[in-house]
C-alpha cells in the first residue's frame, strides 16, 4: 500500500483512465494551461494535448450542455466545474438534460458524462463559494450522486464513475484535497480494475452503542469522533453512505438495528438535508430497534460567514457531534461522560 493525498488520487486515476480509453477526455475552466485550480488536472494537457484537455470559457452551461452532447454521440466526457457553487449557472443542462435523456428516448441514447466539483465550507472563501448543494442533485433521478471521503474512495469512485454509461456527479470537498490515506500500490495503472460499486455504502468502523452516519468530509470526521470516543469507553459504529444517489439504505438501516440508536452529521444545512431522508429511511426501515430518536448534526442555518471564527462555528465539528451522540446515549440510560 501507498500513502498519498486524495488530490493526487483523483488526478493519478484520471490519467490512468485517459490513458486506458482514448474517448475520455477532460473540460473545464483552466485545466489546461493552469493545470486546474486544485492540480487536479497537473500534468494532462502535456501529456495529452489540447484534443482531450479542453479549456473552456467561463461558460458552465455551454460547456456543460457540449459535454452533455459529446456523451450521447460516445465520448466519455469529465467536466470540472471549479466549485459545485457554478454548478447552479449550469443547472438546467444537468437536470433537465443529462438526467433526462436516456429516459425520454427509451434509451436510445447513454449520457456517459462526469462532472468533478469540489463544494464546502472552512476555506474562507465566502458565502456563495462554500456550499454544499448535493441535494439539489441527490433528488434527480437520472443523475448518480458520489462523495468518496478518502483518497482509495476518490480513485475507486472516479473510475467507476468513468466507466459507467450514466451521467455521474462526483463530489470533492475542498476540505479533503490535502488528507492522506492508502490506496493500493497499482492505483494509477491504468489496468486496475478496483472500481467502485455504485450505491453502496460501507461501515468503515464497527461499533455496539450507537451509529454515526456522514459522507464526504463528515465521513472522515465520523471516525475522528468514533476514535476519540473510544477513549470514553462509547463504541461507535461509522457508516459512510460513500453514495447519495442511488442511496444504500440497507446498510445503514441494518446498522441503527444492531445499535439501537443513530446520529447523522452532514456539511450541509439541516432544514431539507441529505440527514433529513436518512433519518425518515431509518424510521420506516429500524423504528421498532430504535431506542431513541435520531439526531443530527449539521451546518448551522446561515449563508456561511467569511470570518474564520464565524466560519469555525458554523460547521459541525468533532466536538459538537461528540455531544450529540453522549446526549442521545444518555437518553437511552448509557452512563457517558
Known amino acids: 500500500m501507498s500513502v498519498i493525498t486524495y488530490r493526487q488520487a483523483l488526478r493519478d486515476t484520471l490519467r490512468a483512465e485517459m490513458v486506458r480509453d482514448e474517448n475520455v477526455f477532460v473540460m473545464g475552466e483552466e485545466i489546461g494551461l493552469f493545470e486546474g485550480s486544485y492540480k487536479i488536472t497537473e500534468g494532462l494537457l502535456k501529456e495529452f494535448g489540447p484534443r482531450r484537455v479542453r479549456d473552456t470559457p467561463i461558460a458552465e452551461e455551454g460547456f456543460v450542455g457540449a459535454a452533455v452532447g459529446a456523451a450521447m454521440l460516445g465520448l466519455r466526457p469529465v467536466v470540472e466545474i471549479m466549485t459545485i457553487n457554478f454548478s447552479l449557472i449550469a443547472i438546467d443542462q444537468i437536470i433537465n438534460h443529462a438526467a433526462k435523456i436516456y429516459g425520454m428516448f427509451g434509451g436510445q441514447t447513454s ?74 500500490d497499482d492505483y494509477a495503472e491504468p489496468s486496475n480494475d478496483d472500481v467502485a460499486t455504485i450505491g453502496r455504502a460501507k461501515v468503515t468502523r464497527e461499533g455496539s ?51 439501537g440508536a443513530a446520529v447523522i452529521c452532514e456539511d450541509d444545512w439541516l432544514t431539507y438535508g441529505i440527514g433529513a431522508e436518512i433519518a425518515a429511511s431509518i424510521q420506516e426501515g429500524a423504528f421498532d430497534y430504535l431506542d431513541a430518536p435520531v439526531r443530527r448534526v449539521a451546518m448551522a442555518e446561515v449563508p456561511m460567514p467569511y470570518a474564520k471564527p464565524l466560519e469555525t462555528a458554523a460547521l459541525p465539528s468533532i466536538e459538537s457531534i461528540s455531544t450529540v451522540i453522549k446526549e442521545t446515549l444518555s437518553a437511552v440510560g448509557k452512563r457517558v461522560g
Not at 211 to 235: H, P
Request: net charge negative; charged share 20%; hydrophobic share 40%.
Open 209 to 259: 452503542d450507537i451509529t454515526l452516519i456522514g459522507y464526504s468530509r463528515m465521513a472522515m470526521v465520523a471516525t475522528q469522533v468514533a476514535e476519540q470516543l473510544a477513549e470514553e469507553d462509547i463504541d461507535v459504529e461509522v457508516v459512510d453512505l460513500r453514495s447519495l444517489r442511488p442511496l444504500d439504505r440497507q446498510t445503514f438501516v441494518d446498522s441503527v438495528k444492531k445499535t
Open 111 to 184: 449520457v456517459p458524462m462526469v462532472i468533478r466539483t469540489p463544494g464546502g465550507g472552512g476555506q474562507q472563501l465566502g458565502a456563495t463559494h462554500s456550499q454544499n448543494i448535493e441535494l439539489f442533485y441527490s433528488f434527480v433521478p437520472g443523475l448518480k450522486v458520489l462523495a468518496p471521503s478518502t483518497p482509495a474512495e476518490a480513485s475507486a469512485m472516479l473510475r467507476a464513475a468513468i466507466r459507467d454509461d450514466d451521467p455521474v456527479l462526483l463530489l470533492e470537498n475542498l476540505g479533503l484535497y490535502n488528507s492522506k490515506g492508502e490506496v493500493p
